[in-house]
Structures are given as C-alpha cells and as structure tokens.
C-alpha cells in the first residue's frame, strides 16, 4: 500500500500550519485531505477540546484516514459543500481553515487517472471516480467554442481556436479516447520548444473544466468567510494564476471579482487582514525535494 508520504508530500508545511495560529482547543478545517500530511500537523498542534474537520472527494486519500485520533472527522465529500457539512456537524464557527489547492503527486503518479501526459491512460481526470463526466466525455462531446473558451480561460493557451477546431475535427474520424489520443491530435500545433509546457496547459484546463474547480473554489472560499470567527486564518496555497487571483480577491474584498464595497458612510468594508502582505515561496530546497512545490504561493488572512 502507498504510504501518505509517497502519496502526497504536503507543501509548504510549516509555514502554512503556522499561518493558522492554531488554539489547542480550535475547531479547524483541511478542505484537501489527500494524504493527509497537513492534517497530521493540524492534529498535533491540537489539544482535546480542540477538533479537525478534513475533507475529501477522492477514495483514494481515505487510505490515509488517522485511525485513532478522536478529535478528527473525515468527510467524504468537495469542499464546495463545506457549509452544508458544517451545518450537518452542528459547526457554527471555525478557527481556522487550510485548503492545498491543485492536484496532489499520487494523481499525478496514477496512470489510470489520465491528469498526466506521461502515460497513456483513459483520459478520465476526474477527482472523485464515482461520479461525473470524464475528460474523455469533454472533448467528445462539447461544441467548438466551449472547447476553445476552456484552453484559453483555464490554460492560457494562445493557439485555443486552432486545438479545439482539430480536436473536433479528429472526434468525427474517431473519438479520443486516451491521453496519447488527445496528445496525437494536438502534437502538431505544439511548437518544439514549449511542447510539454502547452501539453500541461491543455491538461489543466481539462482537468479544471472537469472537476469545476473554478466554481468549487469560489463556493468554499465564501463559505469559510462566513464560517471564520474574528480572529480565524485562513491559509491557502494555490499552484495557478486563475486559483490565485480567486483567493487574492477574496482575502482582499470578501468576494471572488475583487470588488471593493464601502459602507453608508463610505468606509470600506473588507472581511480580512493581510496575515503575510507579501507571499510566501518555498524554499529552493524544498522545491528541489519536492518539484511540485515550484509554482505553489502560500496566502495566509486573518477574519476580522
């Protein structure tokens, strides 16, 4: 059996569990379980009276469940249902909540799952297997536009049109069904010289359309603004400029557009402080144990 470990070596460890400035007897949210190493420092900063709520859609992180911790609660759901959850718990408040955006190692290092260019698999990327349309039902399926607006909105791809115009017009021949499929059909409109680095664009956009990140992300981030006490953090790592002006926005309005609001009198009305003004970076030597870490941004902000 994979260990957590080898699941998903968590990022930005430390700095992200202190942004919490956990209370022993806190109650806490982890939004992105996975293999649980952030949960696992949350749990150690905890007292008895404290307690962690961690979800996760994927089967594959509840391998990774702490066995004996009383004060933990797993939730098998997207964290974009994160109120209901609460509510279901009899939550009104939280002290805090940690959310590792993006997609963990292990889906990465899983074939089957199809996120990665690296081996031929289905092309299916969903995050959780047990419900919804595949990559494969995406690119088979939706009209010429709706394709170029994915590549171009989640994968900043500049050549959009041209790919969405070719998937098309290779699905009527045969579909696409795999991930070598998908990269046979596009290979000639990827220049040499930024090949892997459009490929990763287009599997991003797939896999963002697929899960619905976008709209999950905003979903959750308003719920835990309504959910933080004054005085709870909020800690986000994000991997993307799209997910990343989300939260910037959030921390910096309380909504996901950025728009600033004033009161009757016209005093802004903003539901955080900058806990880090600037950003937080790993260090070059975790990006070199850990190469996923490279794009990762850590935000941290305090309810007020």
């Given at each position: 059996m994979?260990?957590?470990?080898?699941?998903?070596v968590?990022?930005?460890?430390?700095?992200?569990?202190d942004?919490?400035?956990?209370?022993?007897?806190?109650?806490?949210v982890?939004?992105?379980?996975?293999?649980?190493?952030?949960?696992?420092?949350?749990?150690?900063r905890?007292?008895?009276?404290?307690?962690?709520y961690?979800?996760?859609?994927?089967?594959d992180?509840?391998?990774?469940i702490?066995r004996?911790e009383?004060n933990?609660?797993?939730?098998?759901?997207?964290?974009?249902?994160?109120?209901?959850?609460?509510?279901?718990?009899?939550v009104?408040?939280?002290?805090?909540?940690?959310?590792?955006?993006?997609?963990?190692?292990?889906?990465?290092?899983?074939?089957?799952?199809?996120?990665?260019f690296?081996?031929?698999?289905?092309?299916?990327?969903r995050?959780?297997?047990?419900?919804?349309?595949?990559?494969?039902?995406?690119?088979?399926?939706?009209?010429?536009?709706?394709?170029?607006?994915?590549?171009?909105?989640?994968g900043?791809?500049?050549?959009?049109?041209?790919?969405a115009?070719?998937?098309v017009k290779?699905?009527?021949?045969?579909?696409i069904?795999?991930?070598?499929?998908?990269?046979d059909?596009?290979?000639?409109?990827?220049p040499?010289?930024?090949?892997?680095?459009?490929q990763?664009?287009?599997?991003?956009?797939l896999?963002?359309?697929?899960?619905h990140?976008?709209?999950?992300?905003?979903?959750?981030l308003l719920a835990?603004?309504?959910?933080?006490r004054?005085?709870g953090?909020?800690?986000?790592?994000?991997?993307?400029?799209?997910?990343d002006?989300?939260?910037?926005?959030?921390?910096k309005?309380?909504?996901a557009?950025?728009?600033?609001e004033?009161?009757?009198?016209?005093?802004?009305?903003?539901?955080?402080?900058l806990?880090?003004?600037?950003?937080?970076?790993?260090t070059?030597?975790?990006?070199?144990?850990?190469?996923?870490?490279?794009?990762?941004?850590?935000?941290?902000?305090?309810k007020?």
């Open positions: 994979e260990s957590a470990e080898t699941y998903h968590p990022v930005l460890l430390h700095d992200s569990i942004g919490l400035d956990i209370q022993p007897q806190g109650i806490y982890d939004v992105t379980f996975g293999g649980g190493g952030h949960s696992q420092e949350i749990l150690a905890l007292g008895q009276g404290g307690h962690l961690s979800f996760d859609q994927d089967a992180a509840e391998r990774n702490p004996t009383k933990f609660t797993f939730v098998r759901s997207n964290f974009r249902y994160l109120k209901n959850w609460m509510r279901y718990y009899g009104e408040k939280i002290d805090g909540l940690l959310a590792d955006l993006g997609v963990s190692s292990h889906h990465f290092d899983d074939a089957e799952r199809g996120f990665s690296r081996y031929d698999a289905p092309l299916d990327m995050m959780n297997k047990r419900a919804g349309q595949t990559a494969a039902d995406l690119v088979n399926n939706a009209d010429e536009r709706r394709l170029a607006d994915i590549f171009y909105l989640y900043e791809l500049k050549t959009a049109r041209r790919i115009s070719t998937i290779r699905r009527t021949e045969k579909p069904l795999t991930t070598q499929d998908l990269i059909t596009v290979q000639p409109l990827m040499r010289d930024r090949e892997k680095k459009d990763a664009k287009l599997f991003q956009a896999r963002i359309e697929v899960n990140e976008m709209e999950a992300l905003r979903e959750m835990a603004t309504e959910l933080l004054p005085g953090r909020l800690s986000v790592i994000t991997y993307h400029s799209l997910e002006r989300i939260v910037k926005n959030v921390m309005s309380g909504n557009e950025g728009n600033v004033a009161d009757f009198f016209g005093r802004i009305e903003k539901p955080f402080r806990v880090n003004s600037k950003v937080i970076t790993p070059a030597e975790e990006q070199k144990v850990n190469p996923r870490s490279r794009s990762a941004k850590l935000r941290i902000a305090e007020v």
